[in-house]
């Protein structure tokens, strides 16, 4: 656990989800913010989607673009 905004505490943990997919989850529970950012990389390409798990069904940003480079 560490200092997230506005230093109150949040934790996060990421891993890899098969050989191109990175996902991170972050729990600022003291601002009810539960995120998970997935990273999806093909070549040079990358897709980068949020969802707010506080919000079950709720909508998704995406963004999708390429890594410089590339």
Known sequence: MSTGESGLPAAAEGWWDGGARFVVVLDQFALYAYLRVTFEFSGSDVIV??????????????IAGTMAGG
């Open 49 to 62: 989607t949020l969802a707010d798990l506080a919000c079950p069904g709720g909508p998704q940003l995406v």
